[in-house]
């Protein structure tokens, strides 16, 4: 029997398949007519065990603008987790209901368990402060659909880079194209985590570490800001303190690049002032938009429709 094709780390697929993805959520954006009816007959079940707006959402809007149907949970509460069930019988179950999975669990590692009990492919929408792989392709495409390009690129991440699982992510992603240089920008509470920038050093890929966005802004390409992430800290004081930490207003945006691309997976607390919005550099709505399309694409590879 073949195995299911899975996206549980978003180094998965090689560069190859990417570019697949890719070039079909470009055709979904160009042709959305041709699309509707593909995954017709199909059902992608969303288990959600933590809060989401953007990426349950934009999962269920991929799979019925592709023509298929979605059931599932929006809360932990809601299911039988709530009673005691396993995740390994949760995920037994829901393959017998639906032909695809995508779930979002706090738990790190939760997705590779998930897989050694899923029969239909799943996909990881985040687990705990680990991995994020389906923002990341929505990351990549944003940057893919503005500057034509991965490689070459100063990438800035800015805010909690600790517990940020998008920044893992698309570091761990980023990190294969030629002359990408990271610059993180964090608290040193809140720094890379250690086995990331270990990779990289293994890898021979530039980094540096500041704390000053001011002090690095006018060189970078892309940056990603990230919202500190309240829900993972062990007590509220640490929380409230580094709350703030960075905050992008147009001041700051006066030193940056002129095409510069600003980011954010959203959802935003502070981090970013509202007066930005309307900044030509601010991609991050485009980003939402690109989440669906991309979101479309992986549906589809992963059903082989
Ligand atoms: N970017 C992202 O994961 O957003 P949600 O938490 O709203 O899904």
């Given at each position: 029997m073949?195995?299911?094709?899975?996206?549980?780390?978003?180094?998965?697929?090689t560069e190859?398949?990417?570019?697949?993805?890719f070039?079909?959520?470009?055709?979904?954006?160009?042709?959305?007519?041709?699309?509707?009816?593909k995954?017709?007959?199909?059902?992608?079940?969303t288990?959600?065990f933590?809060?989401?707006?953007?990426?349950?959402l934009s999962?269920?809007?991929?799979?019925?603008?592709?023509?298929?149907?979605?059931?599932?949970?929006?809360?932990?509460?809601?299911?039988?987790?709530?009673?005691?069930?396993?995740?390994?019988?949760?995920?037994?179950?829901?393959?017998?209901?639906?032909?695809?999975?995508?779930?979002?669990?706090?738990?790190?590692?939760?997705?590779t368990?998930?897989t050694?009990?899923?029969?239909?492919?799943f996909?990881?929408?985040?687990?705990?402060g680990?991995?994020?792989?389906?923002?990341?392709?929505?990351?990549?495409?944003?940057?893919?659909?503005?500057?034509?390009?991965?490689?070459?690129?100063?990438?800035?991440?800015?805010?909690?880079?600790?517990?940020?699982?998008?920044?893992?992510?698309?570091?761990?992603?980023?990190?294969?194209?030629?002359?990408?240089?990271?610059?993180?920008?964090?608290?040193?509470?809140?720094?890379?985590?250690?086995?990331?920038?270990?990779?990289?050093?293994?890898?021979?890929?530039p980094?540096?570490e500041?704390?000053?966005?001011?002090?690095?802004?006018?060189?970078?390409?892309v940056?990603?800001?990230?919202r500190?992430?309240?829900?993972?800290f062990?007590?509220e004081?640490?929380?409230?303190r580094?709350?703030?930490?960075y905050?992008?207003?147009?001041?700051?945006?006066?030193h940056?690049?002129?095409?510069?691309?600003?980011?954010?997976?959203?959802?935003r607390?502070?981090?970013?002032?509202?007066?930005?919005d309307?900044?030509?550099?601010?991609?991050?709505?485009?980003?939402?938009?690109?989440?669906?399309?991309?979101?479309m694409?992986?549906?589809?590879?992963?059903?082989?429709?």
């Open positions: 073949l195995k299911n094709r899975n996206l549980v780390d978003p180094m998965d697929f190859e398949e990417l570019d697949e993805v070039s079909l959520a470009e055709s979904i954006i160009d042709h959305p007519e041709a699309y509707v009816h995954c017709e007959g199909k059902i992608l079940a288990l959600f933590e809060p989401s707006t953007r990426t349950r999962f269920e809007s991929a799979m019925l603008r592709l023509g298929g149907r979605v059931l599932g949970f929006s809360e932990a509460d809601s299911s039988s987790a709530a009673k005691g069930e396993s995740l390994a019988d949760t995920i037994r179950t829901v393959s017998q209901y639906s032909d695809i999975i995508a779930m979002r669990h706090p738990r790190e590692g939760s997705a368990l998930a050694q009990h899923a029969s239909v492919p996909i990881n929408a985040g687990d705990g680990h991995h994020h792989p389906t923002q990341t392709l929505t990351d990549l495409l944003t940057i893919r659909r503005i500057k034509h390009r991965f490689d070459h690129l100063n990438i800035g991440l800015c805010g909690d880079l600790k517990f940020g699982r998008t920044t893992h992510s698309l570091t761990k992603a980023m990190a294969r194209y030629a002359n990408v240089h990271f610059t993180f920008i964090s608290p040193e509470e809140l720094r890379v985590p250690e086995y990331i920038r270990y990779n990289l050093s293994q890898k021979d890929v980094y540096q500041v704390e000053r966005l001011e002090s690095v802004i006018g060189n970078l390409d940056l990603y800001m990230t500190v992430q309240k829900e993972r062990f007590n004081e640490d929380y409230v580094l709350k703030d930490s905050i992008l207003d147009r001041e700051k945006l006066r940056a690049k002129d095409d510069l691309t600003v980011l954010h997976p959203l959802p607390v502070n981090e970013i002032a509202v007066e930005v309307d900044d030509p550099r601010a991609c991050y709505f485009e980003q939402v938009r690109y989440g669906v399309f991309a979101r694409a992986l549906i589809m590879k992963l059903l082989g429709v």
